[in-house]
């Protein structure tokens, strides 16, 4: 067992299936000489080479289509996409080629893709530089998107993200790549389906993925202290969504709040409370709360970016109000 | 070239003509849906370019990609014309298996690797296409046929780029017909040859005319020869027109008759066949026989098995969107 940080456990991840399968290249701004913005390719240009570990031009819609291209002829590109905003520029290839590409081949050709991008505000880094936008890939059908939050999943899941035969998206956080966790030497994968419930709790499910997974833990703390009793379930999985999880957690706590740092109308909870009202409706006894960022562009001033953007007393207020406290 | 392979040239453009008639007529008869984008006209391009390259040999061959004007591209690199023409008609013997469409031609096993709509997106495709090769070394070639429309999307720009950068094995073919859609290409395009602009890219580029089958397959051997010995990028331009409108709804009132008779005058099937009568190589008796078998071949064999052919059933709906079979270590899900 070693303690290993977020970045670091991407590392590996990177480093042991590029070891195993030469077919698996890495790919994007920065990643190889330099190490990576995020550090999470560091080391790896030395030992592979620039041939597999490539700096890419700022380039974004066709570094992205390129490594498509080459997952189309059997490469295992993982790319790097700096801030999930650069994304945007690489919807066509995502959204229109690899999402598609399966499908409109009649399933004779495929996109085995990793795009790995963070997502999420992190410290004053303004309106183009803090989007969300899981509501956006979670949207496109021929894809599946993850939220790993914490080094175990990021190692886990980006190991059977390569391997996985589907393009997969998975969704990092600026403010997670320091986050350490103990993990085991040996090699391991986490399946990239499925919710997890990371507390148990009777009295109200609290529902978050990536960096809200951790104001849900936070807020179930202070409930704990209110003599309440939160259970945790972390998404995990947004493209598909584990929807029997979250059923067997509200038909056991009756009460729900999902925290998502996207925005409303139209996010992550939308989705997760729709679910709940077909799946669970009667195992409710009090309306759902979501928690989510303001409509707004992310602001620069502290005060406003703090204001933007849930945080832990917002999911505790969100619980009391579910739990007719006020 | 033997006077065989002559005839079998002048057969082929014969063939992709009457074949994309064909559709015509069938789309006509609401037996093809959506949008349907012909060929005529353009034959010589991928006909001369394809039959430099290697071809019709399976998964061993060059690779092949294409915008939405795919059908003549996808029967040369392979496909079966059966499996294209049930595609039109969204069977489920058709080569994308009714999912795709006339713009969504898939043959992975002719290495044909796709028509797609986006204009532009399959620059950057190519480009991995040509990277994979380079990856694992084997002495194939991408090929990417796209019009004069398609360059002045940035992924034209960012890809020459990243193919000049890292040296991609990709061979890129502008079908420069003067058109990008109804607008013509001094309203729209600052340069109208478009190989000049491969100087910004360090590309080795040339411009031919696109009408003349001889002229086309004698460019294009230097061309594929330089990106498969080289294994570098190149970019060749041929000059054509396209003799239909852009798809169905086109009514042309872009451009003048005058014009269209010009190009006409030109046409590559009759410019190849004329030479080939010259040459004594072929009779005027032996084109008509040619064309009567290509029209019994269409309408007996090709035309009555997409006619003929089962629909995808309903309950495969959701069938192609993920892998249908995926590994459980992967995939999961968690809790089971």
Known sequence: MAQLAYWEAIRRAHDEEMAKDPMVIAMGEDIGVAGGTYKATSGLYDKYGADRVIDTPIS???????????????????????????????????????????????????????????????????????????????????????????????????KSAVRCNDPVIIIEHERMYNI????????????????????KGDDITLIGYNYSVYLCLEAAKRLEKDGVSAEVVDLRSLKPIDRETIRRSIE???????????????????????????????????????????DVPVPYNARLEKAAIPDVEDVYQGALKVLGKI | MSNADKKRLLREMIFFRRFEDRTFEAYMERKIGGFLHLYSGQEAVATGVLEMARVGIGTKGDYVITGYRDHVHAMKAGAPPREVMAELYGKETG?????????????????????????????????????????????????????????????????????????LPVLFVCENNLYA???????????????????AYNIEASQHDGMDLDIVMKAAKTAVDYVRNERKPYFIEFMTYRFRGHSMSD????????????????????VYKARLIKDGIITAADVKTMQDEIQHEIENDIIKFAEQSPEPDVADLNKFVLDDNPDPRWIGPLNK
Not at chain 2, 253 to 267: A, L, M, P, S, V
């Open chain 1, 60 to 158: 974004e819609n066709s570094y992205t289509g390129i490594g498509i291209g080459a997952s189309m002829v059997g490469m295992r590109p993982i790319i790097e996409i700096m801030s999930i905003n650069f994304a945007l520029l690489a919807l066509d290839t995502i959204v229109n080629a690899a999402a598609k590409i399966r499908y409109m081949s009649g399933g004779r050709v495929q996109c085995p893709v990793v795009i790995r991008t963070p997502g999420g505000t992190a410290h004053q880094l303004a309106a183009q530089h803090s989007a969300r936008l899981a509501r956006m890939f979670m949207s496109t059908s021929g894809l599946r998107v993850v939220t790993p939050r914490g080094p175990i999943d990021a190692y886990g899941m980006l």
């Open chain 2, 95 to 167: 080569s994308s298996r009714g999912r795709g469409g006339s713009m969504h031609i898939f043959d992975p096993t002719a290495n044909f690797m796709g028509g797609y709509a986006l204009v532009g997106q399959p620059f950057p495709l190519a480009a991995g296409l040509a990277l994979g090769v380079k990856h694992k070394k084997t002495d194939q070639i991408a090929i990417c046929f796209l019009g004069d429309g398609a360059n002045n999307q940035g992924t034209f720009h960012e890809t020459m780029n990243m193919a000049s950068v890292w040296d």
């Open chain 1, 252 to 294: 056991k706590t009756h009460r729900v709040v999902i925290a998502e740092e996207d925005e409303a109308p139209v996010g992550v909870g939308a989705e997760i409370i729709t679910g709940i009202i077909e799946d669970c409706f009667f195992a409710l006894d009090a309306q759902p709360v979501r928690i989510h960022a303001a």
């Open chain 2, 181 to 199: 859609i109804g607008t013509h290409i001094d309203r729209s395009t600052a340069v109208r040859d478009q190989y000049k602009r491969m100087c």
């Open chain 1, 180 to 199: 350490k966790e103990e993990m085991p030497d040996t090699e391991f994968f986490r399946p990239l389906e499925g919710a997890e419930v990371v507390r």
């Open chain 2, 251 to 270: 009514a042309k009132g872009y451009r003048t008759k005058e014009e269209e008779i010009e190009w006409e005058k030109r046409d590559p099937i009759n």
